[in-house]
Structure formats: C-alpha cells, structure tokens
C-alpha cells in the first residue's frame, strides 16, 4: 500500500485549502483512513478520521466545525476539507491507513503512512 498527500501550500487564515490522499493498492475500501498533523517541534496529532464504510467520522476538537473528513472508493482518495483556516493550523499533514476498519484517532493503531502535504497559514 502507498499513501500520497497532496493539496498543500501557503494560504491567509480564513482560507479554505482541500488536502487530498491517493490510495494504491487494493482493498482501500476495507481499511478506516485518518489525517494526522506535525508542527516544528511538536508531536504529530490526530485531526480526523473515517470508519471503512464512511458510516463514522471522528474529528479532533481543535478543528472540529471547521475540518471535515471524506472519501471516494471509485477513485481511493481520502480528502481533508479545512475551512476558516488559523495560523496554529500550519503543520504538516499525514494520512494513515488504520490497521482495521475502525475510525480511530490513536497513531498507533495504522500502519501505513503518507509522506506528507505542507499546509501554511499565514496571519
């Protein structure tokens, strides 16, 4: 499985940005998917998540009403929405494959990871 982030780039806070992920390999449809964040100097953070069957979505609470999570099975890409975008959301951007079917927003449970999208927000 390979997981390629893309989308990212430089935009003012209040922009909105979609981030994407490509999914090769089969079986993208059986797997839940997360978004993960890692600012300079600090420890990658859980941003959002969708179960297998997009039945469940978990959002963190430092983005929630304003990030919101998708897929589309016909094309194995996993998106990341982000609206009202602040500075504190500069970071770069992981996704992961879950090593289940669950949303989930523990790093530890996926095994496989993207290479990452930068997202800066400028003030």
């Known amino acids: 499985v390979q997981l390629q982030a893309s989308g990212g780039g430089l935009v003012q806070a209040g922009d909105s940005l979609r981030i994407s992920c490509a999914a090769s390999?089969?079986?993208?449809?059986?797997?839940?998917m997360g978004w993960f964040r890692q600012a300079p100097g600090k420890e990658r953070e859980f941003v959002a998540a969708?179960?297998?069957?997009?039945?469940?979505?978990y959002i963190a609470d430092s983005v929630k009403g304003r990030f919101t999570i998708s897929r589309e099975y016909a094309k194995n890409t996993l998106y990341l929405q982000m609206n009202s975008l602040k500075p504190e959301d500069t970071a770069v951007y992981y996704c992961?494959?879950?090593?289940?079917?669950?949303?989930?927003?523990?790093?530890?449970?996926?095994?496989?990871w993207g290479q990452g999208t930068l997202v800066t927000v400028s003030s």
């Open positions: 969708i179960s297998w069957a997009a039945s469940t979505t």
């Open positions: 390999g089969r079986a993208f449809g059986t797997y839940g």
């Open positions: 992961a494959r879950s090593t289940d079917r669950r949303a989930t927003s523990s790093l530890y449970d996926y095994d496989f």
